[in-house]
């Protein structure tokens, strides 16, 4: 059995820094890294993506809404148009750094509001989707585990990785439950161990009403932006290890 463990690194911005990318980096095996428009600049883009190499973890693009202020996390309205462009542009942004390392893009995961809106807007998920294959089809699109999204990129033939969230609680549509609401984020390692475990073994986990809903697990994603952030990462993956579950790419994963 294997699963890829992925999170969102590259996130701090010129003299502002956010996230533990050198501690967190050690335990993932893929790297999602902010493209400049929610978070990131040219420099740590690039040392974002050096890093990973140097840690052997794949590196895919992490494109938002341009919003920086907000850090991607506040809606925006998007044509059709501008969202598959949008896509594009940031997607070839991180491109050019990973061929200055050598390295090649393994995935494209969309950031914060613009991931929860691909989900209930099917016109949007289609465009950004549309976006990931005007660069290259080959490219994994990672969205929320048996989500709409992900039934349009395989009708489209873009490979497609099912992910869940170690220390998000889920509705019981599998949905995330909304950051603005009580118990939305976990924060108990045990916890969080626990439920990764019975979604990577059992194909699902208890939503925050006790109800029991199906999920597919492709990659999981563990936040590296909060202060327990590496203890997290390293006491999920230990958990799985010892379940006999392998740690890989996802490009090992989804074929």
Not at 86 to 109: C, W
Not at 183 to 200: C, L, N, P, T, W
Request: a negative charge; aromatic letters at 6%; one cysteine or more.
């Amino acid at each position: 059995m294997k699963v890829d463990l992925n999170s969102d690194l590259g996130e701090s911005f010129g003299r502002y820094k956010l996230g533990l990318d050198e501690e967190v980096m050690k335990y993932i095996s893929s790297a999602n890294v902010a493209t400049g428009w929610h978070a990131g600049d040219p420099l740590v883009m690039r040392k974002t993506v050096r890093l990973a190499k140097e840690n052997s973890v794949a590196v895919g693009a992490h494109p938002g809404y341009p919003d920086l202020l907000g850090f991607g996390r506040r809606y925006m309205k998007l044509s059709p148009e501008e969202a598959r462009n949008y896509i594009l542009y940031q997607i070839g942004a991180l491109y050019a750094f990973a061929r200055a390392e050598d390295l090649e893009l393994q995935h494209v995961k969309p950031h914060g509001a613009l991931y929860n809106a691909l989900v209930k807007e099917e016109e949007l998920a289609r465009a950004v989707i549309e976006g990931i294959a005007d660069f290259d089809k080959k490219l994994i699109f990672v969205t929320l585990s048996g989500s709409r999204p992900a039934e349009i990129a395989e009708e489209m033939g873009v490979k497609v990785a099912h992910e869940v969230f170690a220390d998000r609680a889920y509705n019981p549509d599998g949905t995330l439950v909304p950051r603005s609401k009580p118990g939305a984020v976990i924060h108990d390692k045990e916890e969080i161990a626990e439920r990764v475990v019975s979604m990577v073994k059992d194909g699902g986990v208890r939503a925050i009403n006790g109800e029991w809903i199906e999920l597919k697990a492709d990659t999981i994603c563990v936040h590296g932006d909060n202060p327990k952030a590496v203890e997290i990462a390293a006491h999920v993956r230990r958990a799985l290890e010892e379940e006999g579950v392998k740690i890989v790419p996802m490009r090992k994963i989804v074929r």
